[in-house]
């Protein structure tokens, strides 16, 4: 029913940019918030970057301030997440996270994620 569909890794030079997509589609009926995640090779999946759909409110993690930039387009169910300033220690497969209103029966979240998509920040 639902399907995310995250976009836009690829293998870029330290100091150099990525924009990463994720679009949401199918039966629900909102959005409560949507993120990244990503996991390194060895490492723990680790919370990126998230914002609020409502509000807009945004969060990150302190390894990407100021270098990451989240955002959102309501009207097309659309995340971004740019990526400046690239760092080696950013390459891993970074997952779309969504927390969406699934069942007017229920105020609880549904998680989803998307297929993940890989960066690699390599000189």
């Known amino acids: 029913q639902v399907q995310l569909v995250d976009s836009g890794g690829g293998l870029v030079q330290p100091g150099g940019s990525l924009r990463l997509s994720c679009a949401a589609s199918?039966?629900?009926?909102?959005?409560?918030?949507m993120g990244w995640f990503r996991q390194a090779l060895g490492k723990e999946r680790e919370f990126v970057a998230s914002?609020?759909?409502?509000?807009?409110?945004?969060k990150y993690d302190d390894s990407v301030k100021g270098r990451f930039t989240i955002s959102r387009e309501n009207a097309n169910n659309t995340m971004y997440l740019q990526m400046n300033s690239l760092k080696p220690e950013d390459t891993a497969v970074y997952y779309c996270?969504?927390?969406?209103?699934?069942?007017?029966?229920?105020?609880?979240?549904?998680?989803?994620w998307g297929q993940g998509t890989q960066v690699t920040v390599s000189s």
């Open positions: 996270h969504a927390a969406l209103a699934v069942d007017r029966g229920s105020l609880l979240p549904v998680d989803y």
């Open positions: 199918g039966s629900f009926f909102g959005i409560y918030a």
């Open positions: 914002i609020t759909w409502s509000g807009g409110s945004a």
